[in-house]
């Protein structure tokens, strides 16, 4: 067992209502929770990051899904970053710099099974929650795997300068695409796309009708799409398509609050004369490529090929600004919590 100092208590957030539709302050609650010295086979964890990320908003739904909901009255959990302050279990010092799964609280005490040592030497800690994370696999894996890019395609990302969005269209212009676009939610945002992320176009969603805009960016059709907004996008995507497209469906943030079924897409006929390929992805299938992941993406951000951003918010108490933030549009890239050392 090793140990330094923690407080007597920590402080961890709550659901303690489910949403309907658009979640309110009402439903989750900040609550002090007690710390003691970690299990035996456990670490206890001095958060320095926590991740905010769309897929909690499913969480917050007594739904079966690919991951359990939230229970109500217990702390949330999520991808976080920390310093280990105590330690009962083998392998791990007081002073090591993990990857864990007990998010949305300051201090969380983990099995040691459930943890991964980061090497800070490589790329700051937050960047183990994005860009080199679980949103960076993403993006990778669903690029290059699910929608089986091919060098002289033309990409279209939707959620463009978000935490995945921003790393696809990267990934595909390094990889050699033909053209790549992007749409997001902003002017600011579409500046960001083309002048610092090198897209090759980009557009403001709220501007005009999706298909409108795609097709004057992409006027000779597109080869993938990448999905992480679905609905209107997805139909517009469809339309454009050319002959064998293929669709990674990564998200559709734009039903996650929604209270009624979303009628889009309603062209979906047109999957039989192009032979399109439309395939849902789940980061956690795709752990194998974790590896080759890492030291392909690291070495571009070491030669500066592939730039990434962060949003973010200061204090374990900003941890649903930040959530609800995010499901607003209000991030560039990643989105995290960050709490004082
Ligand atoms: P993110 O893109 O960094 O943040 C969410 C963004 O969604 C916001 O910044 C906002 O940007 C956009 N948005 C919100 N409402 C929208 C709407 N109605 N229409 C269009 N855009 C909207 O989040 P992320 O972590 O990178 O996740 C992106 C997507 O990937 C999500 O759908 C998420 O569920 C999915 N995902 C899936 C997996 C998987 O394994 N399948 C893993 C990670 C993430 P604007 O300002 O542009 O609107």
């Known amino acids: 067992m090793s140990d330094s100092q923690f407080p007597a208590t920590g402080r961890a957030w709550h659901l303690v209502r489910r949403p309907a539709g658009w979640p309110v302050p009402e439903d989750f609650a900040l609550r002090e929770v007690p710390l003691a010295a970690p299990a035996e086979g456990s670490v206890l964890v001095r958060n320095r990051y926590f991740s905010v990320d769309p897929y909690m908003r499913g969480r917050m739904n007594d739904v079966k899904s690919y991951v359990a909901p939230y229970e109500l009255d217990r702390p949330m959990d999520g991808g976080a970053v920390g ?11 007081v002073g090591d710099t993990v990857l864990h799964p007990l998010g949305w609280r300051d201090y969380a005490a983990v099995p040691a099974r459930h943890v991964t040592k980061v090497d800070t030497s490589l790329a700051p800690l937050s960047a183990y929650l994005g860009v080199l ?4 696999l993403t993006a990778y894996a ?26 696809v269209g990267q990934i595909a212009r390094l990889k050699g695409a033909k053209r790549v676009i992007g749409s997001a939610g902003s002017a600011e945002k579409v500046r960001l796309l083309t002048e610092e992320y090198g897209f090759d176009a980009a557009f403001n969603y709220k501007d005009g009708p999706v298909y409108d805009q ?16 679905g609905g209107e996008h997805l139909e517009a995507a469809i339309s454009a398509f050319n002959v064998h497209g293929r669709a990674a469906i990564c998200g559709m943030i734009s039903v996650y609050n929604a209270t009624e079924p979303d009628p889009a ?14 395939q849902g992805l789940l980061v956690t299938d795709h752990q194998d490529l ?7 993406v690291s070495a571009w951000i070491r030669s500066g090929e592939l730039v990434f951003k962060e949003s973010t918010y200061e204090g374990v108490e900003k941890g649903l600004d930040a959530f609800l933030g995010m499901l607003r549009g209000e991030n560039s890239g990643k989105t995290l919590v960050a709490l004082p050392a």
């Not at 897409?265 to 439309?278: A, D, E, F, S």
């Open 83 to 93: 310093e280990v302050v105590a330690s009962a279990a083998e392998g791990f010092e």
């Open 133 to 136: 994370g679980m949103t960076g």
């Open 142 to 167: 669903g690029l290059l795997e699910v929608a089986s890019f091919r060098s002289g395609d033309t990409v279209f990302v939707s959620g463009a300068a978000g935490a995945v969005g921003s790393q």
């Open 214 to 229: 795609l097709k004057k960016a992409a006027p000779e059709g597109i080869d993938v799409y990448f999905d992480n907004v």
């Open 265 to 278: 897409p309603r062209n979906l006929t047109q999957v039989i004369g192009k032979r399109l390929r439309l």
């Open 290 to 296: 974790q590896p080759q992941f890492v030291q392909e």
